[in-house]
C-alpha cells in the first residue's frame, strides 16, 4: 500500500482511467454536497498564501498491472463521490468556457484532456468510468446532454448552475490547491476487505468533535494537552456539555452566525468555522482561537444559563425571560451585544446593554403574543449580529433600536397594541412549545403584578380554568354550546393561570364554583382575579384576555422611534393560512381549513332558511348536498368520502377540493341561495404563494398552470398509463412521489413496486421514505422522496423551488423511460 499527497488535478494526468466497481455504492452526492465542495474550493483559492491546500480526504484505488504505453487503469476502493464531483465540475467549466475563451493557462480543451484519453478506443477514452445507469448518464453530460432521472444527471444540473453563478477562474484555482492523499494498494491487498473496512458502522463524529480535532491535530503534544485542559474543557463546563456534544455543536452555530452574517445550520457547523478561520486567517494560530472559543462560550453560556447568572441583575432577570421563552433565534444578536459588554468596544455597551436586551425581549414576546411566525428571525439575527457595530460618537442603545425598528411593517417587525390584543384573545397557547412560551409570559405579568411577593417559578404550572376534557357539570354550566365553547378557548390565554403544583392535579376538572374558592386563597394575583367572576363561560374568557393584554402591553410597551405608527403586516406576511367568510354583511368567521369552511358556510346557509336545503340539492354527487339516509356520513359514493353538516347532520356533502375550488363552491352556494358569500385571505395563504412563486422561478411544472393552490398538488399525466407526480408541500416537509390513475390490479401494483425500485436505485442521493412500500403499492402509488423546510421562510423558497423542479425532472424521465436494465418497463 503505498500513499502519497498529490493535487487531485494530478491524478488525472497521462493516460488513465478510474473504474467504479460494480460492488461499489452508486454515486449518491446531492446539492448540499457539492455546494460545499465548491464552497470549499472558492475559499481556499482566496486564501492569502500561495502554498494554500484544500484536503479533499483519500482517493483508494487498485491498480492493475499493465505494459507500458497503455491506458493504466485503476479500480475505485474508496473517494468516487469526490472523483465523479470534480470531474463534473471541469466538463461544466469547459462548457462554460466554450472554444474561444481560457482562464489563465486553461482553456476547454485542456479541461477535457484531464476527462478523456487521446487516440484510444471508445472503452478506454474516458478517464473516469462508472457502473451501469451512471455510467450511461455520466456520458450524456459529457456529450452535453444531461438527462435521467439519476443523481449524475442531478449533479450535472447542479454543478452548471454553481459554475454559471460563480467566478470559473476561482474554482479553477481552488481546484489547482484541491489535494487529496492517494493510496494505491498492492496485488497482496484484498480491496472488498479494506473497503469494508472504510466503511465500517460507527458513530460519526459531532460538529464539535471535528472542530476540536481540527484545532488540536498537528500541534505538540505539550500544547495539545494545555489547550484541551484550560481552554476546551472549560468551554464544555460553561455550555453544559461535558456529556453532551450536541451542545458545542448549537453553539458553535451560533457563534458562526454572528461572526459570518449567514444563516448556517447545525450540521455544517465544522466545514463553515474551518472556511471562516481559513479565511480569515486564524487557522494560523489555533492556540489563540481555541482560548477565544473557551471566552465566548463562558459568555453564551451565561445567556443560556449553562454557566451561571449575568453579574448585573437586572441583565440577568431580561436573560431569564429570553431563556423562559424557548426561542432561541436571538442568540446569536444577543451574544454579540453580550461580547460587545465584555470587550468594552463602545461606551454605552456595557451601561445600554439590558435597554438592547430588554428590547430583544420585547421584540419576540411581542411576536409570539400576536401569533407571528419567527421564521425569518434567524436570518436577521445574525446579520444583526454581523453589522459593524456604532461608531464611539453614536448612542449604543439607540443604534441598535433604530436597526430593530427598521424592520417595522416587515414579517418580523413589532407588533402593534392591536395585534397584541388580537393574538391573546385567539391564540393557542398550550401544547408542544408553545406551553413554554405561555407559562414564561404568566409567570413574568406575576413578577410584575409582585416584585417582592411572588412565589418562586419553579413551584409552578400552568392551570386550565375550563378543564382540559370537560364533565357533566362544566357541560351544564356552559349551556347548549359547551362542545364548541370549549374546542374554541380551551387553549387560549385568557383560559390559563398559574397554579402551584399541589393544587393543579387536586383542582383538575372540578366546577368553577370549587376552584373559584381556592382561587380567592391564592398567592398569585392574577390567579386570584379569577375568582372576581360569578361564572366562567366564553364572555368571562375575553373580560380576562383583555386584562393580560393590558398587564402585557405595560410590560412589553413599544412605541416607534420613527414617530409613526407600525401597521399591522399585510395578509400575505401575516395570518398567512387564515381564510374568513361571512354571509351578507354578517360576522367574519376565520378558518384555517377549506373543509372546515365548506361545511360551516353550508351549515350558515341551512341556519339562515331551511328551504335552502332544497335549493343545495342536486344529482350531482361532488357539487351538492344529499340526504344522509342516501349516504351515511363517512361512508364513500364512489370514491367520494362524504361528511355530516355541523348543526344539520340530516344532510352530508363531499367538502374536499383545493383552496380555489372551495371557495368557488362557496360563492356559488350563497347564489343558488340568493345571499352573497364573501372570502377573503384564498389567494394569499402561504402554499398558493408559494406555487405561485416556483412558477415564476422554473416555469411552473407539467399542469401547474394557475390553478394550483392547495398543500396537495399533482402533475399532468406523464405517460400512456396515465401516471402522474404528485406533492405535498406541508411546513415542515415537502414529499414527491409517483401515482396511478387507473383502476386497482395485480399490474398497477406491480407497477408502482417497479416505479419505487427505479426510485431506490437512481435517486439514492436524496432522502427517501421507504415505509409502507407494500401498502402504497396497493394503494397506487410509490415510496416518496423528501426535503425538510421552514415554509414560512420565504428565505428557503428559491431551495425548494429548484428542489422541486429539479426532483420533477428526475421522477417524469424516469417514468417516459419505457425500460430499465432488466427490460421490465
Not at 456534544?245 to 451560533?254: A, G, K, M, N, V
Not at 435597554?355 to 419567527?374: D, M, Q
Request: glycine fraction near 8%.
Amino acid at each position: 500500500m503505498q500513499a502519497s499527497h498529490i493535487p487531485f488535478l494530478h491524478l488525472l494526468d497521462g493516460a488513465v482511467q478510474y473504474v467504479v466497481p460494480r460492488w461499489q455504492r452508486r454515486y449518491s452526492w446531492g446539492q448540499s454536497d457539492i455546494e460545499r465542495l465548491v464552497d470549499d474550493l472558492l475559499v481556499i483559492a482566496k486564501a492569502d498564501q500561495s502554498e494554500a491546500a484544500h484536503y479533499g480526504g483519500a482517493l483508494l484505488t487498485f491498480p492493475e498491472p499493465a505494459p507500458g504505453g497503455v491506458v493504466q487503469t485503476h479500480r475505485v476502493v474508496d473517494g468516487q463521490q469526490r472523483l465523479t464531483t470534480v470531474s463534473i465540475l471541469l466538463a461544466c467549466i469547459a462548457e462554460k468556457l466554450g472554444p474561444d475563451n481560457h482562464y489563465g493557462e486553461w482553456n476547454a480543451n485542456l479541461l477535457r484532456k484531464r476527462l478523456e484519453n487521446d487516440g484510444v478506443g471508445l472503452e478506454k477514452r474516458r478517464k473516469l468510468r462508472l457502473q451501469d445507469g451512471d455510467e450511461t448518464e455520466y456520458q450524456r453530460g459529457l456529450a452535453g446532454n444531461p438527462s435521467g432521472p439519476g443523481a449524475v444527471t442531478q449533479a450535472w444540473r447542479i454543478a452548471r448552475r454553481l459554475v454559471r453563478d460563480n467566478d470559473a477562474a476561482g474554482l479553477l484555482k481552488g481546484l489547482e490547491r484541491f489535494k487529496v492523499v492517494s493510496i494505491a494498494l498492492s496485488s497482496q491487498d484484498d480491496p472488498q476487505q479494506i473497503f469494508e473496512s472504510l466503511n465500517a458502522t460507527g458513530r460519526p463524529l459531532t460538529e464539535g468533535e471535528k472542530v476540536k480535532n481540527w484545532l488540536l491535530m498537528g500541534l505538540e503534544d505539550d500544547v495539545q494537552q494545555y489547550l484541551h485542559d484550560h481552554h476546551w474543557l472549560p468551554m464544555e463546563r460553561s455550555l453544559g456539555a461535558e456529556h453532551s456534544s450536541p451542545l458545542i455543536d448549537t453553539f458553535l452555530r451560533d457563534v458562526l452566525r454572528m461572526l459570518t452574517g449567514k444563516n448556517i445550520g447545525t450540521k455544517h457547523s465544522y466545514e463553515e468555522f474551518r472556511r471562516w478561520a481559513v479565511l480569515e486567517s486564524k487557522d494560523k494560530d489555533r492556540p489563540s482561537l481555541c482560548q477565544e472559543l473557551s471566552r465566548l462560550a463562558h459568555l453564551y453560556g451565561i445567556l443560556t444559563g449553562t454557566a451561571g447568572s449575568h453579574p448585573d441583575q437586572k441583565v440577568e432577570r431580561t436573560l431569564l425571560h429570553l431563556r423562559a421563552m424557548g426561542i432561541h433565534t436571538h442568540r446569536p444578536l444577543s451574544l454579540r451585544l453580550l461580547d460587545d459588554a465584555a470587550q468594552d468596544v463602545h461606551p454605552g455597551a456595557g451601561q445600554d446593554l439590558n435597554t438592547v436586551l430588554k428590547y430583544i425581549a420585547t421584540w419576540i414576546t411581542r411576536l409570539w403574543l400576536a401569533n407571528r411566525s419567527t421564521a425569518g428571525m434567524n436570518t436577521e439575527a445574525a446579520s444583526f449580529a454581523y453589522r459593524p457595530g456604532p461608531g464611539l460618537d453614536d448612542d449604543y442603545a439607540d443604534y441598535w433600536i433604530t436597526i430593530f425598528s427598521n424592520q417595522r411593517n416587515t414579517r418580523i417587525g413589532m407588533p402593534n397594541d392591536e395585534e397584541i390584543g388580537e393574538g391573546i384573545r385567539k391564540r393557542k397557547a398550550y401544547g408542544a412549545s408553545t406551553t413554554a412560551s405561555t407559562y414564561a409570559i404568566l409567570c413574568a405579568l406575576m413578577e410584575r403584578e409582585q416584585p417582592d411577593e411572588a412565589p418562586n417559578r419553579k413551584g409552578l404550572t400552568i392551570e386550565h380554568v375550563m378543564p382540559r376534557k370537560l364533565t357533566d357539570q362544566w357541560k351544564r354550566d356552559l349551556g347548549d354550546s359547551a362542545e364548541e365553547i370549549h374546542e374554541q378557548y380551551r387553549d387560549r390565554l385568557g383560559n390559563l393561570t398559574l397554579s402551584g403544583y399541589i393544587a393543579n392535579p387536586t383542582m383538575g376538572t372540578r366546577p368553577f364554583s370549587e376552584k373559584r374558592a381556592s382561587y380567592r386563597k391564592s398567592g398569585i394575583l392574577i390567579t386570584r382575579r379569577i375568582a372576581e367572576e360569578d361564572r366562567w363561560d366564553e364572555a368571562a374568557i375575553e373580560r380576562r384576555a383583555e386584562n393580560l393584554t393590558e398587564k402585557a402591553l405595560e410590560l412589553w410597551p413599544w412605541q416607534d422611534n420613527k414617530g409613526g405608527t407600525s401597521e399591522p403586516p399585510s395578509v400575505s406576511t401575516a395570518s398567512q393560512d387564515q381564510l374568513r367568510w361571512r354571509i351578507g354583511d354578517g360576522p367574519w368567521h376565520e378558518e384555517t381549513f377549506a373543509v372546515h369552511m365548506l361545511l360551516n358556510v353550508t351549515a350558515a346557509l341551512l341556519d339562515l332558511d331551511p328551504k335552502n336545503a332544497e335549493r343545495l340539492s342536486g344529482q350531482a354527487i361532488s357539487s351538492n348536498l344529499h340526504p344522509a339516509t342516501r349516504y351515511l356520513p363517512g361512508t364513500k359514493a364512489g370514491r367520494l368520502t362524504m361528511r355530516a353538516v355541523p348543526g344539520h347532520e340530516e344532510y352530508v356533502l363531499h367538502p374536499y377540493g383545493n383552496w380555489r375550488e372551495t371557495t368557488d363552491r362557496c360563492r356559488k352556494m350563497g347564489e343558488r341561495c340568493g345571499v352573497t358569500v364573501q372570502i377573503e385571505g384564498d389567494d394569499n395563504r402561504t402554499p398558493q404563494r408559494f406555487w405561485r412563486f416556483l412558477m415564476g422561478q422554473t416555469g411552473g411544472l407539467p399542469g401547474q398552470h394557475d390553478e394550483w393552490r392547495g398543500i396537495w398538488q399533482k402533475t399532468e399525466a406523464l405517460n400512456s398509463q396515465g401516471e402522474l407526480i404528485r406533492f405535498y408541500i406541508g411546513p415542515e416537509r415537502i414529499v414527491i412521489y409517483i401515482r396511478a390513475t387507473e383502476s386497482a390490479s395485480p399490474q398497477r401494483t406491480a407497477r408502482m413496486h417497479e416505479c419505487s425500485r427505479m426510485i431506490r436505485e437512481t435517486m439514492g442521493d436524496q432522502t427517501i421514505n421507504n415505509r409502507g412500500a407494500d401498502k402504497k403499492a396497493r394503494e397506487g402509488r410509490t415510496i416518496s422522496i423528501e426535503m425538510t423546510w421552514e415554509r414560512d421562510n420565504e428565505e428557503e423558497w428559491p431551495d425548494a423551488a429548484q428542489w422541486i423542479a429539479d426532483q420533477t425532472q428526475r421522477v417524469q424521465a424516469l417514468l417516459s423511460d419505457p425500460s430499465d436494465e432488466n427490460g421490465s418497463r
